[in-house]
């Protein structure tokens, strides 16, 4: 009874091993502070102060900024569940990320962070405040070096709830209960805006009020736009408000007989022996739906395999002058965006929508994107080639979750960090990247 709470214990298979318990000096996600110099570097600070407004009383315990660095960086290592903050309010990483004031305090715990983020961040000041920072940190990193042209993905995704989220509403396609959001990316895998919608609209309700925005954006800065997306965008007035503002499109339809009946020639199984490689065709022509006030360029590919009866067919509606295999083939890079909005899914859970109040599951979206976008950026922007590809889920679990500890001396902190996959050369690596990052002008 009388053992003091920080004596080791000591174990009979090894005599020379002994284990204790100091949490607060231990940390396994020390790679954060290397996204925490490239959030510096970028001005998310100041971006909070022009963004957010703070409506707390002026002795407020805890900086503005450090929540919202808290509420980033739980998500961008994995910790999606506000009771996480219980944890982590004590770990090395997550006290020094934020302010001197919390280097020895702490940081939030569960119920101050929840109510930052249900109630101060769902005021309708800050939630409009919330989707503005956002955009303006991208377009800090795209003044460091952006083309001349951008390329817009836009797309849309199921997230399955299984509580009594408000405007949560059962989808036939998906087969689940879900929200619905509309998300839009630039070229570089940037989430540039993302609006939560209920679980039964239309694929691309609300398009306009992400798509239109960005398109004007984007060609004040005298860069020329171009837009792709699936067939749930296929509508006649996204048409024509792209061509309206000279934007470049790429857009799959659905086949219908009218369609089939202009390639009928490439649809039939070719004569003699059967290849034992796809055989692939284009053409392109011009076509016009009865919902259309113009006719437009049609590309379609048609892919036979070797013992399929049927081939796979697929259009595109397009106002790109290319030949048809380089318009497919631009057209085709929109996987990627599938694979952004997965890598949202599963490195910072955007899914996790629990809240009751669909304002609230709206910021906590909001806040995910925001995390989604820190760590893209930390991959274009940091990372050397030879592991630039990595996804966010790679990075999480090779990088972010680098074990480290914190010992306190007369005039500095050392964080002492493990060396595995990120290694001392890796670090200095990456280090000088970001501070070699010219400062964005504000």
Request: hydrophobic letters at 40%; charged letters at 25%.
């Amino acid at each position: 009874m009388g053992e003091s709470q920080n004596q080791p214990f000591q174990l009979s298979f090894n005599r020379f091993l002994r284990v204790a318990f100091q949490g607060s000096r231990v940390t396994s996600d020390g790679a954060l502070i290397l996204v925490r110099e490239l959030d510096e570097r970028l001005g998310l600070g100041e971006l909070v102060e022009q963004h957010l407004t703070d409506s707390r009383s002026n002795n407020a315990r805890l900086a503005f900024a450090d929540l919202l660095r808290q509420s980033l960086y739980s998500r961008l290592a994995g910790y999606e569940d506000l009771n996480d903050a219980e944890q982590l309010s004590h770990d090395p990483t997550f006290r020094l990320i934020g302010s001197e004031k919390i280097w020895d305090r702490g940081a939030a715990l569960t119920s101050r962070l929840q109510t930052f983020e249900t109630e101060i961040l769902a005021e309708e000041r800050n939630f409009g405040g919330l989707a503005r920072l956002n955009r303006e940190l991208i377009g800090r990193a795209e003044t460091l070096g952006s083309p001349y042209r951008t390329v817009l993905d836009m797309d849309s995704t199921e997230i399955p709830v299984y509580g009594e989220q408000g405007q949560s509403v059962y989808n036939g396609h998906f087969e689940a209960t879900c929200f619905n959001p509309l998300l839009l990316f630039n070229r570089e895998g940037d989430c540039l805006g993302a609006k939560l919608r209920p679980g039964n609209v239309h694929g691309a309700e609300g398009w306009e009020e992400l798509l239109l925005p960005e398109i004007e954006l984007q060609q004040r800065m005298g860069k020329e736009v171009a837009f792709r997306a699936d067939a749930a965008f296929a509508k006649p007035e996204i048409y024509e408000a792209l061509e309206e503002r000279g934007v470049k499109y790429a857009i799959r339809i659905p086949a219908n007989e009218n369609l089939r009946r202009d390639v009928e020639e490439l649809l039939k199984q070719p004569a003699g022996r059967p290849s034992l490689k796809p055989l692939v065709e284009y053409k392109s022509f011009l076509y016009q739906a009865a919902s259309w006030k113009t006719t437009r360029r049609v590309v379609v590919k048609v892919e036979h395999h070797p013992g399929e009866l049927f081939p796979r067919v697929g259009f595109i509606v397009a106002n790109l002058t290319q030949p048809s295999r380089a318009v497919v083939r631009f057209y085709n890079k929109r996987g990627t965006a599938e694979q952004w909005v997965k890598e949202g899914k599963q490195a910072v859970k955007m899914t996790r929508l629990s809240c009751r109040k669909f304002r609230s599951n709206e910021v906590r979206l909001g806040l995910s994107i925001i995390a989604y976008n820190l760590g893209n950026l930390w991959r274009g922007m940091a990372l050397p080639q030879r592991i630039g590809n990595w996804s966010l889920t790679s990075l999480q679990q090779r990088l972010v979750k680098t074990g480290g500890r914190l010992i306190k001396h007369a005039r500095y902190y050392w964080l002492l960090l493990a060396e595995s996959h990120l290694t001392r050369r890796l670090f200095a690596s990456m280090l000088g990247r970001i501070d070699g990052l010219p400062l964005p002008s504000v």
